[in-house]
């Protein structure tokens, strides 16, 4: 794949990749969404949009649906009139100028000093325990040092964000259900759920592998805990007594409603 630097309108400079757009059609579906949600995020008519590009509006809609496999002629002038990189558009890249964030340049909410969230002490508390469990959870995973574990748990936590985050996007009925790649019906079958399943074998296997190998293990005693995580171990320790109840709940409830049959 040859790459190249393109100026483009604004002074900005589109690295995109030269490559057969048959190709790119079949491995990224994701192109005829992210085209439609820029014209709509944009406030703009298929018809305004297409005569802005120099195409038909039927020509649009056809590359939309994904009907049509559009040009690199095309993909370089809908960069410019959405003001978006061909990585992003192309579904290469979450960030729109198409750069790549370094796990430094992330953003830790964490780092900020006397930081609030707008609906009470509730949530401020819910953010620093999960915030706090999840430190101390890559810290431990980050010792065993498998690589396959960790990934495994990223899937698994990233699923269970996206679920929630669905949850509150899908509830407002202003917000555009074309956002998420998942369709709506795949998403109510549970196939996300299916998804957090399979990370959770991926996990039970990499952890299998990893004590076959003999891979070391990280100490996960009280007293280890609160020596590698003096300030964090706390917060992981009450997410786990807080799980365990409601769990215990669950089974609970359903032994006394069995008793009482």
């Keep these: ?10 002074g900005r400079s589109w690295h995109f990749a030269v490559l057969r757009w048959k190709d790119m059609k079949l491995e990224n579906p994701e192109f005829p969404r992210t085209l439609s949600l820029l014209r709509q995020e944009k406030g703009v ?15 649009l809609s056809h590359y939309e649906n994904g009907a049509r496999e559009p040009g690199l002629v095309f993909v370089v002038r809908a960069c410019d009139y959405y003001g978006v990189s061909a990585d992003f558009l192309l579904g290469r890249t979450l960030t729109r100028d198409g750069a790549t964030i370094s796990p430094d340049e992330l953003y830790d ?11 009470g002490v509730l ?7 999960l915030v706090n469990s999840i430190g101390v959870l890559f810290g431990l ?9 960790i990934q495994a748990a990223a899937g698994y936590l990233s699923t269970a964000v996206y679920t929630v985050y669905r949850r509150l996007y899908d509830a407002n009925p202003d917000n555009n259900p074309d956002f998420f790649s998942v369709p709506p019906r795949h998403f109510q ?17 990499a952890l299998a592998a990893h004590a076959k190998a003999k891979g070391p293990w990280p100490e996960m005693t009280n007293d280890a805990l609160a ?4 300030v ?20 609970g409830g359903r032994k006394a409603k069995q008793e009482k049959k």
């Design 123 to 129: 949530a401020l508390l819910s953010k620093k325990l």
């Design 141 to 149: 995973l980050g010792k065993t040092g498998s690589r396959e574990a």
């Design 232 to 251: 964090l171990y706390q917060s992981i320790l009450q997410v786990v007594h807080n799980t365990g109840e409601r769990v215990t709940a669950i089974s």
């Design 109 to 119: 909410i964490s780092d900020e000093k006397n930081n609030s969230l707008r609906g």
């Design 227 to 230: 020596r590698d995580y003096p």
């Design 189 to 205: 079958a549970g196939l996300h759920e299916a998804d957090m399943k399979c990370c959770e074998a991926e996990l039970a296997d």
């Design 45 to 59: 008519s298929q018809r305004t949009a297409a005569e802005a590009l120099g195409i038909s509006q039927a020509l």
């Design 1 to 10: 794949m040859k790459l190249q630097d393109r100026p483009a309108a604004g």
